[in-house]
């Protein structure tokens, strides 16, 4: 159980182009997802908490006009990357909160990569 | 400001050592502290964690100690495997944060036969 699944796995886009990300907990609800960024050989990134129903959270230094979060229901939540550029090209991944709430669970994540 | 921290980047072991991963943390609100493995190009894989309550846990293979006056835990992987080889994170949760979690730098391990 608790298997999180991201698509798609990698993504190449040209500059000023738009790319979403999904997050799925497979099988169970996720009232919280999270999502991460990952420069190489360095640690994840919180990025921003995303809660069902409501706004996403985002983390000083985040533009949240640039990484559009949606959690629309308890089992997805979606990054849109906007105006992309090449230093957005990164690792993306989420996370969904358990049933025991100290419990997170990862996706496999997305490399994205801007050209 | 890094309130999780693992100051060793790295760790070579040999197949059926033990293998020692360290950990230090600032904020004495954390609650829960958790370890992750990773793989290149692939999420966090949970490992095993530990309430702040408790100073040790243990699953199989990997135990998970805890230090709170030192601020410290460190996971022990025994015996050490190939397999074992990725990156390590350390993570720890505030108290009413939603389950945010903040990370540690990883800990490289390299188990060789």
């Known amino acids: 159980g608790a298997v999180v699944s991201q698509h798609p796995s990698w993504v190449i886009c040209k500059s000023g182009t738009s790319v979403k990300i999904e997050c799925r907990s497979l099988d169970f609800q996720a009232t919280t997802m999270f999502w991460y960024r990952q420069f190489p050989k360095q640690s994840l990134m919180l990025m921003a908490t995303?809660?069902?129903?409501?706004?996403?959270?985002?983390e000083q230094g985040v533009e949240k006009d640039k990484f559009l979060i949606n959690h629309a229901s308890l089992t997805l939540s979606t990054l849109t990357v906007t105006s992309a550029h090449p230093e957005d090209s990164s690792f993306y991944i989420c996370?969904?909160?358990?049933?025991?709430?100290?419990?997170?669970?990862f996706g496999p994540g997305t490399r994205l990569t801007v050209t | 400001d890094q309130q999780v921290k693992q100051n060793s980047p790295s760790l070579s072991v040999q197949e059926g050592r033990i293998s020692i991963l360290n950990c230090d943390y600032t904020?004495?609100?954390?609650?829960?502290f958790l370890w992750y493995k990773k793989y290149p190009a692939e999420g966090p894989t949970f490992l095993i964690s530990i309430s702040s309550i408790k100073d040790k846990n243990e699953d199989g293979r990997f135990t998970v100690f805890l230090n709170k006056s030192a601020k410290h835990l460190s996971l022990h992987i025994v015996p050490s495997q190939p397999g074992d080889s990725a990156v390590y994170f350390c993570a720890a949760r505030l108290t009413d944060s939603w389950g945010k979690l903040q990370f540690g730098a990883g800990t490289q391990v390299v188990v060789t036969p």
């Open positions: 904020n004495s609100m954390f609650d829960y």
């Open positions: 995303s809660n069902e129903g409501s706004k996403a959270t985002y």
């Open positions: 996370s969904a909160r358990g049933r025991q709430d100290y419990e997170q669970y």
